[in-house]
């Protein structure tokens, strides 16, 4: 299963974990409640997973690629990581799936408080359209992973405040349900 928790307000490394002490877990049915879905898979067998294929297909995921992100394999390393860490939303899913290493995925609940989502080999989350979110890697400052997309892929990223779109305003509408 997945493990989340809510940060600490500290500056330090972002790559460290800034958990709360005591630690305040985060548990999936409340992802859930903001719109993030996760499936567990092997990841050992991606190239021909039967689980990620049906994945695949019930959610429309046509289009996929695979980055490795570390120093000496992602182009532009230092300016990528510093544009994934900065909160921003994206007016579609965003859907990875994390075939080698660790990350962390930043994601913020209803008050605004950062809850960040501890993602290993294995794990495929989905965040939703308009959710303001980060990226980082940990300090094992590796991982490798999947992006998946319905259709024709737009990595466009509206970095906060992007408050006005539609697509933001409908996200805080579907929030109200619960
Ligand atoms: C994003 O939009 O937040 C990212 O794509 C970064 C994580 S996966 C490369
Ligand atoms: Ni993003």
Redesign the pocket.
């Known amino acids: 299963t997945l493990e989340a928790w809510y940060m600490d307000s500290s500056e330090e490394d972002q790559r460290k974990p800034h958990r709360l002490n005591p630690n305040q877990p985060v548990p999936l049915k409340e992802l859930n409640q903001l719109g993030v879905f996760y499936w567990k898979l092997n990841a050992d067998i991606y190239e021909a997973d039967p689980e990620l294929e049906k994945i695949r297909k019930e959610q429309g995921y046509t289009y996929m690629d695979i980055l490795s992100i570390r120093k000496d394999t992602l182009p532009d390393y230092e300016t990528k990581l510093k544009m994934?860490f900065t909160e921003?939303?994206?007016l579609d899913d965003?859907i990875r799936y994390i075939l080698d290493g660790r990350a962390y995925f930043d994601i913020r609940d209803k008050q605004d408080r950062w809850i960040r989502i501890d993602l290993g080999k294995g794990d495929l989350i989905t965040?939703p359209a308009g959710i303001y979110?980060?990226?980082t890697l940990d300090e094992t400052d590796y991982t490798k992973v999947m992006r998946l997309f319905v259709g024709e892929p737009v990595w466009k990223?509206y970095n906060r405040p992007a408050d006005d779109f539609e697509i933001r305003q409908k996200y805080v509408a579907s929030l109200k349900a619960f």
Do not use: I, K
């Open positions: 994934f921003h939303l994206h965003e965040l979110h980060r990226f990223a």
